[in-house]
Every structure is written in structure tokens, then in C-alpha cells.
């Protein structure tokens, strides 16, 4: 004969009680879980690197430009995002407008913090070539 345990005076078996309250527990715990990757999320996006727009004349190399703004030169070099003059988005490769050597080209440029092993520098991150 198997014998049922009660919750005193209930009546009602305590293994079904039990149940209920690890649903409950288990629910609640998810829940808590999702609250917490969401805040993360939030936490993440509000703390992205700001970059800093510019304006300047590039003296264009081969494959490489240099910017002076304020009196800090910026190198452009390799691949990099870039946007034409008909305002067309590039992934990567080298900007047509700085495609002749020895040329001085108006553009607009994305410059972010980036720490090294030498120090603390700023990288070029988009060009815009003007039209």
C-alpha cells in the first residue's frame, strides 16, 4: 500500500505542492535571467566608443593619405569604410577620391581612441570624400 503525505490539513498531497513551488522558483528564475541580459544589453549600448568627425585636406600617398587637423596628423591607410561623392557606402578598399598621389583633398573623417603598446593614439575609422 503506498501511503500519501498531506500537507497538514490540506489534504492535498505535499509532492504536488512541491512541484508547483520549483515551477514557480524555476519561472522566476528565467525571468531574472532575461531582466539581467536585457539591463547588460542597455549597459552595452550606452557605453560604445564615441567617435569624432572631422574636416580637413588629405595630401594623398600611395595608398595612404595624411590629415593634419589642430595640429595632430592622422594617418589613413589600407582598407577602409568609405563614402563616395554620391554619398555611396564602401565597405572597405581605398576611397577614389584619394586615388592620385601627390594631390591635397577636402574630406571628412571618423577618428576613435584606440590604446597600443606604444601608447594612446586615434585611428581613422571612415572617410567621406566631398564632392
Known amino acids: 500500500m503506498i501511503q500519501t503525505v498531506t500537507a497538514s490539513g490540506s489534504g492535498r498531497p505535499l509532492v504536488r505542492t512541491r512541484r508547483v513551488k520549483r515551477i514557480v522558483a524555476m519561472v ?9 541580459a536585457f539591463l547588460a544589453f542597455l549597459a552595452g549600448e550606452h557605453h560604445q566608443r564615441q567617435y ?3 574636416t580637413g585636406l588629405a595630401t594623398v600617398g600611395d595608398h595612404e593619405a595624411t590629415v593634419v587637423v589642430a ?3 592622422y594617418g589613413i591607410g589600407g582598407n577602409i569604410p568609405w563614402v563616395d561623392q554620391q554619398g555611396v557606402t564602401h565597405e572597405g578598399g581605398w576611397p577614389t577620391c584619394l586615388g592620385t598621389p601627390g594631390r591635397a583633398v577636402p574630406i571628412t573623417f571618423a577618428e576613435i581612441p584606440v590604446t597600443t603598446p606604444a601608447g594612446p593614439t586615434r585611428q581613422v575609422v571612415w572617410v567621406e570624400c566631398h564632392s
Request: with cysteine; hydrophobic share 75%.
Open 28 to 36: 522566476a528564475a528565467a525571468c531574472l535571467i532575461v531582466a539581467v
Open 52 to 54: 569624432t568627425v572631422l
Open 71 to 73: 595640429g595632430r596628423a
